[in-house]
């Protein structure tokens, strides 16, 4: 799946949102264990990175040339400072409506627009895909993360007492929100 779009951030600068190529293994494997090092809000920590930058190459040009799934970059000056990504539930009748979201965002670019303009263009490919709902797990104690969820139609349907246990701070609840998105 395809995407690009320019925006202007609330700095001034200018971001360009496209999907990852082959070409952005390497910046994308860069952003990934740099975001994944400045909080504790994501799924993983550096060391447990599954993948490699030729690997991470690799599923990028898997995404671009999905019907239904994508990984959209977000670059400022020429660096990759974000990403986000759908991916399907499962291709089976009863799940294929669903997809899921993730999204990273290099913290010294955060408060800028990026998070919600990286949503929005998810969401805006969940529909062109034909989804019907997207899912996020989110830290209960990343109150900014889901006020953003929230003012982009994301709604909360449960929550995990111990849905991560952190390496610094031990249990973290997480919140189970969805969007409909047709």
């Given amino acids: 799946m395809k995407y690009y779009k320019k925006i202007t951030l609330k700095d001034g600068r200018e971001c360009c949102l496209?999907?990852?190529?082959?070409?952005?293994?390497?910046?994308?494997?860069?952003?990934?264990?740099?975001t994944h090092e400045q909080t504790d809000f994501l799924l993983s920590y550096p060391d447990e990175n599954s993948m490699n930058?030729?690997?991470?190459?690799?599923?990028?040009?898997e995404k671009t040339e999905s019907e239904n799934e994508i990984e959209v970059i977000a670059e400022v000056?020429?660096?990759v400072v974000g990403c986000a990504g759908i991916e399907s539930v499962g291709k089976k009748f009863k799940v294929k409506h669903r997809t899921v979201l993730g999204i990273s965002v290099d913290k010294n670019y955060w408060r800028l627009g990026i998070g919600r303009a990286l949503i929005e263009a998810c969401?805006?490919?969940?529909?062109?895909?034909?989804?019907?709902?997207?899912e996020l797990d989110v830290v209960g104690d990343n109150k900014a993360a889901i006020a953003l969820y929230e003012s982009v139609g994301f709604v909360e349907y449960g929550r995990n007492p111990k849905g991560f246990r952190s390496r610094f701070s031990g249990w973290q609840e997480i919140v189970l929100m969805r969007l409909e998105v047709n």
Avoid: W
């Fill in 18 to 34: 496209r999907n990852g190529t082959e070409n952005d293994g390497q910046s994308v494997y860069d952003n990934f264990n740099l």
């Fill in 53 to 61: 930058a030729e690997e991470e190459a690799k599923f990028h040009k």
């Fill in 77 to 79: 000056d020429g660096k």
């Fill in 123 to 134: 969401i805006e490919c969940a529909k062109k895909a034909g989804y019907e709902q997207m």
